[in-house]
């Protein structure tokens, strides 16, 4: 495990900056709270303001790195200084040092992701999910269009797996290489086989930002990803077609969201005060779900 980074912070980021932006943030969520037409305007005003000494205070920083510059300077540290001045947001300069707490929280971090697959039991009572009514259309072979589909969906800038290979090069691929590639997910899908490498994931534990806690970020291969995408978009629109959804759940489905639900909430609990009855409303937080 490596807890020292390679990211330094923006050159030209002071106190000032976080002020900013700590004011701009409490106009935003004043107005969220009272969306009137002051808190507005004044959100608006205090957002220009930010943009306009932001871009002052960036500037100004920069003038003062030229000006220090002479026939001396390290060329390599004047460029890599010049790229550090793209970038927006502060990170502190403590945040990636080796730290030995660090070290022990991640290792405590990795045996309580690991202790579940560890007292996984693969004879475990699992529900039969087989029936005699089992739609073809799924056992079917997935087209080029179920391919190229997948591979539009993707976020071209997404790190990779173990494997280095990123969705830029699994894009430029020739047509050929895509219809071999296409070909191996078929088979692999008929013959019901995932490689190993497929199962391997690269983690890095990210500190969580106010918190001496860390956030465990997984990096799994993206050509597994591709292909996880052509099942997962032919079982939601099976799933959405017959309708086997039920209609109270809104998270994790297209041209819906948690939202919705909180709508619905609010229109129940505004009706209730109209007819001065009560509404209950139970709610789950559960802990490490997204680990």
């Not at 900056?17 to 009137?36: G, M, P, Q, T």
């Not at 947001?89 to 030995?100: F, G, L």
């Not at 008929?190 to 465990?216: A, T």
């Amino acid at each position: 495990l490596n807890c020292r980074f390679k990211c330094l912070p923006a050159p030209w980021w002071n106190q000032e900056c976080d002020e900013l932006i700590s004011n701009r943030v409490s106009a935003l969520n004043k107005f969220k709270e009272d969306s009137s037409y002051d808190n507005y305007i004044n959100y608006k005003k205090c957002d220009a303001i930010t943009k306009n000494k932001l871009k002052k205070i960036k500037k100004g920083s920069f003038r003062n790195f030229c000006e220090s510059l002479n026939k001396n300077s390290n060329l390599n540290k004047v460029f890599k200084t010049v790229k550090r001045f793209k970038s927006r947001w502060n990170t502190p300069d403590n945040a990636y040092e080796y730290s030995p707490n660090k070290i022990k929280m991640a290792k405590e971090l990795i045996d309580e992701l690991c202790c579940g697959f560890n007292s996984f039991n693969q004879n475990s009572n699992c529900p039969d999910f087989s029936n005699n009514k089992a739609d073809p259309f799924l056992d079917e072979v997935f087209t080029k269009e179920e391919f190229d589909a997948a591979l539009n969906f993707v976020n071209l800038n997404s790190a990779p797996g173990i494997d280095r290979i990123d969705y830029k090069v699994l894009s430029f691929l020739p047509h050929n290489v895509k219809i071999f590639l296409l070909d191996l997910f078929n088979k692999m899908y008929k013959k019901k086989f995932l490689p190993v490498e497929w199962k391997q994931y690269l983690v890095f534990f990210i500190p969580k930002p106010g918190s001496d806690k860390l956030r465990p970020l997984s990096l799994a291969s993206c050509i597994s990803k591709v292909f996880e995408r052509m099942v997962s978009n032919r079982l939601t629109w099976w799933l959405e077609h017959h309708n086997l959804l039920p209609k109270s759940q809104f998270g994790f489905r297209r041209a819906r969201s948690c939202l919705d639900n909180a709508s619905i909430l609010h229109s129940e609990i505004i009706d209730a005060f109209n007819h001065n009855e009560t509404v209950a409303a139970a709610f789950l937080d559960i802990k490490g779900a997204y680990n």
